[in-house]
Each structure stands twice: as structure tokens, then as C-alpha cells.
T-cell receptor, first 114, second 112 residues
Framework: GAVVSQHPSRVICKSGTSVKIECRSL??????MFWYRQFPKQSLMLMAT?????????EQGVEKDKFLINHASLTLSTLTVTSAHPEDSSFYIC??????????FGNGTRLTVT | GENVEQHPSTLSVQEGDSAVIKCTYS??????FPWYKQELGKRPQLIID?????GEKKDQRIAVTLNKTAKHFSLHITETQPEDSAVYFC???????????FGKGTRLSVIA
């Protein structure tokens, strides 16, 4: 079945540094990928919609200059958390849809900012 | 935009009993309603989904019902087992490449 690979699975960084998270669709082309964030004991909240070859669409309250999204190919989207702060510590999950409605999720990235 | 409400937030049942989780949605154009199970520290796993042209769907111990008129859908787990303990999320979306909007989740505990 369709697989979405997300890396890294865990990352610890110092405050003020940047972290890049990759999301790849391994066996299908994803013109659209979605980035979600999940704080502890909370639900998944959509951060942005990543469109191949164009600018991402950000949800209200998500800083586009802080969370840089690049979707350069049909199989790769990246999320870069710039100048990370402890409040950015969270579980970040990407998802993608090939044909049909079924969304495939990556394994998620647990970001800890110290 | 879509808003999904999910109840209850926590649910404890005895092993063997049934569990029911309910969700409502606001966007009448939504037509895809999946349910996800998330274990601690892991990604959500799709357990069952239903589309708007179907009123009920069943897969072994799990069933989902949909009432489009009332804009609510429910997850039913029968003969619960300890391994069913997890957080369950409902979600809704429109057709095509539109994102899922998730409910706040239900923490299900099955007591042996």
C-alpha cells in the first residue's frame, strides 16, 4: 500500500536553531501534502497545505515565516522550523493523498527544543 | 470552514462491553469520515472510514454509522479488549485533496 516516509522521527535542538523535517511519498505522487501539529494530549491541528510547485497555504495563526514549507517535487515536501523555541516542541506529522480520499500519514517527528 | 466536535473526551469500559464515540460536523459538503486510533507516541492509524453515500459500515468488531441529515457519525466498538485502549479521533473532509479536520479525540480505556 501507499507509504509516506517522514524523517527524522525525533530531533532535539537548541533554542534559536532551525530544524528541517522531510516528508516523502514513496510509491505514489502527491500533488498535495498536509502538515499537522499535535501538542501533548491534544488533537491534530492542520498547520498548512503544501502544494507542489506553488506556495503553501497556512492556517490562521501559523506563522509562514517561522514554518517554511517547500514542496519541490511530487514526492517530497519539507517543513523547516526556523529559530525554534521551546514552545515549538511538538509532534509534527505530514500526510499525503494519492488518488482517492484516503490520507496516508508519516510516522511523525517529535521535536524537542531545549 | 469545517468544525468537528467529538464526545466523550474520555471513556472507560469493562472488557467485553461496547464503546460508542460520537462526532458532529458542520460542513454539509463534507463527504468523507474516517476514524483513527492513536497509541502513545505513534502516528494515527486509520481503523475505518465511511463515505456520505453509505449509512453504516462494519469491519469485525468495529462499525461506523453516519447520519448526513443530522450531520453526525459514530464509532461503535463491540466486545472491547484491553488492546483497544488508545485515543480515537474522528475526522471529516470534502472530496479531493482537502485536509482532514479532526475532532479533539477520545481516550478509551478498556479495563480487564
Amino acid at each position: 500500500g501507499a507509504v509516506v516516509s517522514q524523517h527524522p522521527s525525533r530531533v532535539i535542538c537548541k533554542s534559536g536553531t532551525s530544524v528541517k523535517i522531510e516528508c516523502r511519498s514513496l510509491d505514489f505522487q502527491a500533488t498535495t501534502m498536509f502538515w499537522y501539529r499535535q501538542f501533548p494530549k491534544q488533537s491534530l491541528m492542520l498547520m498548512a497545505t503544501s502544494n507542489e510547485g506553488s506556495k503553501a497555504t497556512y492556517e490562521q495563526g501559523v506563522e509562514k515565516d517561522k514554518f517554511l514549507i517547500n514542496h519541490a517535487s511530487l514526492t517530497l515536501s519539507t517543513l523547516t522550523v526556523t529559530s525554534a523555541h521551546p514552545e515549538d516542541s511538538s509532534f509534527y506529522i505530514c500526510s499525503a493523498s494519492g488518488t482517492g480520499l484516503f490520507l496516508h500519514f508519516g510516522n511523525g517527528t517529535r521535536l524537542t527544543v531545549t | 470552514g469545517e468544525n468537528v466536535e467529538q464526545h466523550p473526551s474520555t471513556l472507560s469500559v469493562q472488557e467485553g462491553d461496547s464503546a460508542v464515540i460520537k462526532c458532529t460536523y458542520s460542513d454539509s459538503a463534507s463527504n468523507y469520515f474516517p476514524w483513527y486510533k492513536q497509541e502513545l507516541g505513534k502516528r494515527p492509524q486509520l481503523i475505518i472510514d465511511i463515505r456520505s453515500n453509505v449509512g453504516e459500515k462494519k469491519d469485525q468488531r468495529i462499525a461506523v454509522t453516519l447520519n448526513k441529515t443530522a450531520k453526525h457519525f459514530s464509532l461503535h466498538i463491540t466486545e472491547t479488549q484491553p488492546e483497544d485502549s488508545a485515543v480515537y479521533f474522528c475526522a471529516a473532509s470534502r472530496a479531493g485533496n482537502t485536509p482532514l479536520v479532526f475532532g479533539k479525540g477520545t481516550r478509551l480505556s478498556v479495563i480487564a
